[in-house]
């Protein structure tokens, strides 16, 4: 169904806006201003909102006016911005090869058919290392789960299948499944390199469009305080249509790997029989790119000196390779929509009555598409003291694209943020459920995860959809045809009337604990509660 929106000529947006059902209107939005919001943000002019490139600063400027109409104050270190540096890597193809070695022969991979470096890490210029399969890569000790027991890794590149064993909770796993985390691991145990097959059950988008974007830059912050990956001298994506070559003359197939990852099922770990030959050649600058924070101060004497964070990605992936013959990835669902409700809540605010007794701060942050780099940059660096800060609600890629029934909250049973959230929700007469496809990781792949890791209680949400139903359906062909693709653009189906309620759910949680004299807590069995404790919150 979705292709034939790719072909939407402008006439025909206004249509294909209004199309869906309406519900009923809250009381504070509408879904205008909000798509207002989208248009400036996801227009062709700002050439896909790039970290660090003139898109981007003029959707930042763009935002940093609207805040000032909205009477909010400047929050950043410069006014309203807060300025990070950063290092630029990007793969240069033609002097660099990946190759297995299997008893003397050299056999070379295709780069972009079979496989392809990740720029995440710092690569090394050479390297030959011998391969063994490790699983999924994971060690988590608090379910005495370890996929490299036993195993010697010492100079070794190990081979995972993306995924986790159905017995290991989601947000663990997740966690756990984060580069720095397994590297941390992994680098113990000597290894030198990851090469990850992509798992055809969690791949958000096909091959052929991750592999179209191998060559887009990477970034990571430059002060040597957020290397998380030190040592890691290579990373490889692996397409699981050239998977089975990994596994020949080990005595197992990928096939059989397959099937039990398709079960979630404890995988078997063993040596391969090749070895992998890698010369990457990766050129690199340095740039600054800057969070947008604003802050609106609270009424009550003690409470306005802590703060609720609203927080939104401003970057996309700016100018990429064409698809359909359009270079421009505008974002406008990813993460356009919502930066744009930040600017709606905030202007909903100057114009309510209410008092609200904690501050509020607005954070647009930069280089989430990079690897939750604003974000990292901000909790280790926060423009307000860091104990002040109770909650991050985080708002990235809500997807109002059919009617709001169902919530999906993403971190729902790990703080009393997800209680309250379900309250004011079913308010609304929405159905809230917890994240249905754990393997995804959604809940550490966005930018309330670094508040987590400071010991902030954080969550996101979006419109979501029963399993099995025909929304469930629509979702998944939006991610296939427009997730991180230029067809994420003002050419496509939004449902107004979701947008709205959406925000005026976001906005009643905002409230509630803004006004609550308690702060949000972490519930006690959460694995995530340690991070509140050893920050002392």
């Not at 159905?166 to 966690?175: E, K, N, Q, T, V």
């Not at 693709?485 to 496509?492: E, F, G, I, R, Y």
Request: glycine share 8%.
């Amino acid at each position: 169904m979705l292709k034939r929106f790719l072909t939407v000529s402008s006439s025909c947006l206004f249509v294909a806006i209004f199309a869906f059902p309406q519900q009923t209107a809250p009381s504070h939005f509408d879904g205008k201003t909000w798509w207002d919001h989208v248009k400036v943000l996801a227009d062709d002019n700002m050439e896909g909102r790039e970290t660090g490139s003139a898109g981007l600063r003029r959707a930042e400027a763009y935002i940093v006016d609207q805040l000032k109409q909205a009477g909010l104050q400047p929050a950043g270190t410069d006014g309203f911005y807060q300025t990070a540096r950063f290092e630029s890597r990007q793969i240069v193809e033609k002097d660099s090869s990946l190759a297995l070695v299997r008893d003397g022969k050299v056999e070379p991979l295709t780069l972009g058919e079979d496989a392809y470096f990740s720029t995440r890490v710092d690569l090394a210029p050479e390297l030959k290392a011998p391969l063994v399969f490790v699983g999924y890569g994971l060690s988590i000790p608090e379910k005495n789960y370890d996929d490299l027991a036993g195993l010697d890794l010492n100079g070794k590149v190990v081979v995972i299948l993306n995924g986790s064993p159905a017995d290991i909770p989601g947000a663990l796993a997740s966690h756990y499944q984060t580069a720095a985390e397994r590297w941390k691991t992994l680098h113990k145990a000597g290894a030198v390199g990851v090469v990850a097959i992509a798992n055809p059950a969690s791949m958000d988008i096909p091959w052929s469009r991750m592999s179209l974007s191998r060559t887009r830059p990477s970034m990571a912050l430059a002060d040597p305080e957020f290397n998380e990956t030190e040592g890691e001298k290579l990373v490889v994506v692996f397409n699981p249509a050239s998977a089975a070559k990994l596994f020949e003359g080990s005595g197992h197939s990928f096939e059989e790997i397959l099937s039990a990852a398709k079960e979630r099922k404890q995988l078997p770990r063993f040596p391969l029989t090749a070895s992998i030959e890698a010369k990457a050649k990766v050129a690199k600058k340095s740039l600054e790119s800057a969070n947008v924070i604003a802050k609106l101060p609270g009424s009550d004497p003690q409470l306005k000196s802590e703060y609720v964070v609203l927080s939104a990605h401003i970057d996309h992936l700016g100018i990429g390779e064409p698809i359909n013959g359009d270079r421009i990835y505008n974002g406008a669902m990813d993460n356009a929509s919502g930066s744009a409700l930040l600017l709606d809540v905030a202007a909903s605010l100057k114009k309510s009555p209410e008092k609200l007794k904690r501050s509020i701060l607005f954070l647009f942050v930069t280089g989430e598409e990079k690897g939750l780099l604003g974000s990292k940059y901000f909790t280790a660096h926060p423009t307000v003291d860091p104990k002040s800060m109770v909650a991050d609600i985080n708002v990235d890629m809500f997807l109002p694209i059919v009617p709001l029934k169902v919530l999906t909250v993403f971190g729902l049973a790990e703080s009393d943020l997800g209680d309250a959230a379900r309250e004011v929700a079913e308010a609304h007469g929405i159905t809230v459920q917890a994240d249905p496809e754990p393997q995804r990781n959604i809940f550490i792949r966005s930018d309330q995860y670094n508040f987590i890791r400071h010991g902030v209680p954080a969550l996101a949400m979006g419109v979501g959809a029963a399993p099995g139903s025909p929304e469930q359906k629509i979702f998944k062909e939006w991610l296939t045809q427009r997730y991180h693709a230029p067809s994420d653009d003002l050419n496509q189906p939004v449902d107004l009337s979701a947008a709205a309620l959406y925000e005026e759910v976001i906005r009643g949680l905002m409230i509630s604990v803004a006004q609550n004299p308690e702060r949000p807590q972490w519930k006690q069995d959460s694995f995530f509660r340690r991070y509140s404790v050893a920050a002392g919150k």
